[in-house]
């Protein structure tokens, strides 16, 4: 399947036998379509490899990219590490204020809208519904943070 990883245990008489990440075993020949879409997983990107367990992880994270430098990419990033992970960076100290201010979890619509709802002709009842939600989603926020 696409994405999948599998570990090549012999290699014999024009066969290739891997062991699947589910512990099974396939054989495969010589001239089988499927072989030209094998390659090395040597590297993987923090999405596609979300789900997956291995030993030993090495993250490369960019301390101050807008998109992936975040509190929930480095979560996806360790955390597929059953022994040990390491973190490699550009620039520790600035990955580290960047994570402290940058959950990654996305947010609603209205709740980006913030204030800016009264000057946008909303109704009073719509901007006080909103006044009393945005400190509880604050909270919910800060309560999520990571502390470094």
């Keep these: 399947m696409n994405s999948q990883a599998a570990e090549v245990t012999d290699v014999r008489n024009g066969r290739v036998t891997f062991r699947i990440e589910d512990g ?11 072989l030209r879409h094998v390659d090395r ?11 997956r367990t291995v030993d030993t992880v090495i993250a490369a994270m960019e301390a101050n990219h807008p998109e992936f430098t ?9 955390s597929r590490a059953r022994d040990r992970a390491e973190l490699v960076t550009n620039d520790a100290k600035v990955l580290c204020e960047r994570l402290k201010a940058a959950t990654g979890e996305r947010i609603a619509a209205l709740e980006a809208l913030g204030d800016r709802t009264r000057d946008t002709g ?13 400190p509880a989603m604050e909270k919910t926020r800060s309560d999520r943070g990571m502390e470094l």
């Design 70 to 78: 975040n509190q929930k990419t480095l979560y996806v990033e360790i």
């Design 122 to 134: 909303r109704t009073k009842e719509a901007a006080q519904t909103m006044e009393r939600r945005q």
């Design 41 to 51: 997983a040597r590297a993987s990107t923090v999405h596609a490899f979300q789900g």
């Design 24 to 34: 099974c075993t396939l054989d495969m020949t010589a001239g089988v379509p499927q």
